[in-house]
């Protein structure tokens, strides 16, 4: 199995960027489905963007065009790169890992949090 570390989490302005790392250990990133997803204050936890094993991406319509997802194999670690950053974008985002593509994510990291200030 694969254990899952994300970082790089902030406080950052409405327009800033930042880019959330998530480390893998265990098992190779790209043996598996990964993802990103976010957890507001209040909200369930939804879906942000994800990789497949052959790298093909898939966001989410509010993210779409502002955030990026990529996957380093050398490094066994997944980024999100998050530009324009909005108020809205403010959540704790987690990494995920699924075996295949539709099935359940089965690994979790622990959160890195992301507030964006009006």
């Known amino acids: 199995q694969v254990q899952l570390v994300e970082s790089g989490g902030g406080l950052v302005q409405a327009g800033d960027s930042l880019r959330l790392s998530c480390a893998a250990s265990?098992?190779?990133?790209?043996?598996?489905?990964m993802a990103w997803f976010r957890q507001a204050p209040g909200k369930e936890r939804e879906f942000v963007a994800t990789i497949s094993r052959s790298g093909g991406t898939y966001y989410d319509d509010s993210v779409k065009g502002r955030f990026t997802i990529s996957r380093d194999n050398a490094k066994n670690m997944v980024y999100l790169q998050m530009n324009s950053l909005k108020p809205e974008d403010t959540a704790v985002y987690y990494c995920?890992?699924?075996?295949?593509?539709?099935?359940?994510?089965?690994?979790w990291g622990q959160g890195t949090q992301v507030t964006v200030s009006s």
């Open positions: 265990g098992r190779p990133v790209s043996t598996y489905v």
């Open positions: 995920a890992a699924a075996a295949r593509a539709g099935q359940k994510y089965d690994y």
